[in-house]
């Protein structure tokens, strides 16, 4: 029975969500799988993954042979590092403890540079939202500035018609006395 190490998807249409497993090959892609090895969201960013790395390694061990995209996850991981490693020892090239010892630092490694994409994804999001809040306060500086414009406008209008209403009925008056003058 031949094993492979191959993703299993879950989750909704558009928001896939995958399951790390040991399965026969012969399954189907969503059908039995020997063990779960972990999961993978590729939806986040930066992408999380969960993996049992020594339950990975053993099954490495017993032949299986992970798909194109498990192999990318594992070694992203340290999987195949480790598999290696322990090659290594099993050789005799190194021992245990060394083999320990590089894993760690690798891993050690590794997070720092994750945790550096997370700290620089968080500041341009930040960047954005406050260039985003910038720009909205920029409009309704815009908008309540337009407003008032239009508010000075109809108020000006008002003035000038209530000062022509005014005007006009005080030259009438004047001809209506020299009309009764004359009389």
Do not use: C
């Not at 061990?61 to 798909?67: F, L, R």
């Amino acid at each position: 029975m031949p094993v492979k190490i191959r993703l299993q998807r879950h989750g909704k249409k558009g928001k896939p969500f995958y399951w790390i497993v040991a399965a026969n090959s012969r399954a189907k892609r969503d059908g039995k799988f020997l063990e779960k090895l972990g999961t993978y969201n590729p939806v986040s960013n930066p992408a999380q993954i969960e993996i049992d790395v020594d339950a990975a390694v053993k099954w490495l061990k017993n032949g299986a042979q992970p798909s194109d995209t498990a192999r990318r996850i594992l070694s992203y991981k340290g999987v195949l590092l480790k598999y290696h490693l322990l090659g290594g020892v099993a050789k005799g090239a190194l021992t245990e403890e060394q083999a320990e010892a590089k894993f760690n630092a690798w891993i050690e490694e590794k997070a720092n540079k994750v945790s550096t994409k997370e700290q620089k994804l968080a500041k341009e999001k930040a960047e954005a939202k406050a260039k985003a809040l910038d720009a909205e306060k920029e409009a309704n500086e815009k908008r309540k500035n337009a407003a008032v414009a239009k508010a000075t406008e109809a108020t000006v209008e008002a003035t000038e018609e209530v000062t022509e209403a005014t005007e006009a009925p005080e030259a009438e008056a004047p001809a209506e006395e020299n009309n009764e003058t004359e009389a």
